[in-house]
């Protein structure tokens, strides 16, 4: 895959603002930009400036000037794509940016497609293709967590170990297919010992790697949170408190939440997604009965339930709650479940040591979900204990790794072709276990080779790479 042609694009985010950058690159891309660019010092051509440099000057078409400018020189190979690219601050105008676009367009340029100033970045050697998936990830992320893992695997620290247990596995499989060239001699020159134990260490990380994706998953993608429980009882009100605005319809009708409700909020940089659902309780309405259908499928795509019901009902009404807790035990019986206890502020100090109590001894509502206890009193309309709560919700993520700075898997085809390169890798580890012979030895190692080179690009295909930087937003 070979481009020779130069590309144009708007860099910045579509619409007006005070300035927008339009990027060209490509073995033209200074020779077009020095045809429609006058300097305001009346220095040299941009083609004889340094590389590295800003000129401050004014795009011309013809006679007309169309914007006073900055124009940013990089020659290859030191710039992002390792070609010629030119950088163009303007000012913001949707005007201006269509009219220096469609300028460079009749001068040579062809408009950029999703992703291809990154896209020549990784065929020139600037990024391995792991790299520059972490760029996509980087421009999504959207809170503190996903955006330490981006900057890391950007920085090659995924790659990196990847490229390390490929090297090994590497060295050793040429010793295995060296002796295949003296298979009458009946030598060997690689030790099965050192093998064994290499490949066990290379299974190890491999795990390690694999079970990451679940912390990296949710960290990229959030963790939905479904609030359920009966009507009236103080969901909606709980959504208000947790986002701190009015998202939600509060009202003292029971039922007045027919539909789901999401919005998101980032927990010490850990991004969840509050569901709040219709009231659970047997109805005739129609509106309501299929809202609370929406609630159990809601329950099924969330990772963490939260089970909200009135303290004020708990003193006389606490076997309805058990006999709940067990229904949602029973239908999901590998969710966390966490139970609050809501309007808390509506009881004496007797009644709130009674029901702390109640909870804390009662075996039914044992979830074994959360570190410590596993239910929470607070008032959602006063605010108390809610910052709990949240703290409750962090316990569910396990962000040691992330504290760590160790390596997490958040790609989805990174994780897909980790799990295909550790099945090759327990092949060759009950191989050598067996006296498997060098040749089928060497079959199981060119596979976990192969799969290692697809996560870095090593191997790829015009397939793959249109598959991963269609999902690019153009001018990256």
């Known amino acids: 895959m070979i481009y020779n042609d130069t590309i144009v694009a708007l860099a910045t985010a579509s619409g007006a603002g005070a300035i927008a950058v339009l990027r060209l690159s490509g073995k033209e891309a200074i020779q077009i930009a020095d045809a429609c660019f006058q300097s305001v010092k009346k220095q040299k051509s941009l083609r004889v400036q340094k590389t590295h440099t800003i000129h401050l000057g004014h795009i011309i078409d013809g006679e007309r000037t169309v914007d006073e400018v900055l124009v940013s020189v990089f020659k290859n190979p030191n710039s992002y794509t390792g070609e010629d690219v030119v950088e163009i601050s303007c000012h913001g105008s949707i005007y201006i940016q269509q009219e220096i676009i469609q300028l460079f367009l009749r001068k040579g340029c062809r408009m950029a497609n999703a992703g291809e100033f990154t896209l020549r970045a990784f065929l020139n050697g600037k990024l391995d293709l792991s790299q520059a998936e972490a760029v996509a990830d980087l421009i999504a992320s959207d809170n503190e967590a996903s955006h330490q893992i981006a900057m890391q695997q950007m920085r090659g620290g995924f790659s990196s170990e990847i490229a390390k247990l490929r090297e090994e596995l590497m060295n050793f499989a040429s010793l295995i297919e060296l002796e295949l060239d003296f298979a009458e001699e009946d030598v060997e020159f690689a030790d099965r010992s050192q093998f064994k134990a290499l490949v066990e260490r290379i299974g190890f990380v491999l795990k390690r790697l694999i079970d990451s994706f679940a912390v990296g998953n949710v960290i990229k993608n959030g963790i939905p949170v479904a609030i359920v429980g009966e009507p009236n009882v103080g969901k909606s009100t709980l959504l208000n408190a947790l986002l701190n605005e009015e998202r939600a319809i509060v009202s003292d009708i029971a039922g007045t939440t027919r ?6 909020l980032v927990i010490e940089g850990i991004g969840f997604r509050f569901i709040d659902t219709a009231g659970i309780r047997e109805t005739k309405d129609v509106v ?13 795509q969330a ?70 206890s596993n239910y ?91 598959n991963i930087f269609a999902n690019f937003c153009i001018g990256k």
Do not use: C, W
Request: aromatic share 4%; proline share 1%; charged share 30%.
């Open 259 to 264: 539909d789901t409700i999401e919005d998101e």
């Open 288 to 300: 309501e009965s299929i809202g609370i259908k929406k609630t159990f499928e809601k329950m099924e």
């Open 303 to 372: 990772q963490v339930v939260v089970l909200l019901f009135s303290a004020e009902e708990f003193k006389t009404e606490s076997k309805r709650l058990k006999i709940e807790i067990e229904k949602i035990k029973n239908r999901f019986p590998l969710k966390p479940l966490l139970i609050i206890a809501n309007k808390i502020d509506t009881l004496t100090t007797n009644e709130k040591e009674n029901i702390d109590v109640s909870l804390s001894t009662s075996t039914t509502l044992s979830t074994g979900s959360v570190e410590g």
């Open 376 to 466: 929470l009193l607070l008032s959602a309309k006063s605010g108390v204990g809610v910052e709990a709560l949240k703290e409750k919700l962090i316990g569910f993520v396990n962000t040691g790794a992330l504290r760590n700075n160790e390596t997490i898997v958040t790609n989805t085809r990174h994780y897909d072709s980790l799990l295909k390169a550790f099945e090759e890798v327990e092949k060759v580890k009950h191989g050598l276990e067996s006296g498997l012979s060098g040749d089928l030895l060497a079959i199981d190692i060119r596979q976990a080779l192969y799969h290692f080179g697809e996560i870095t690009g090593e191997i790829t295909s015009d397939d793959l790479l249109g």
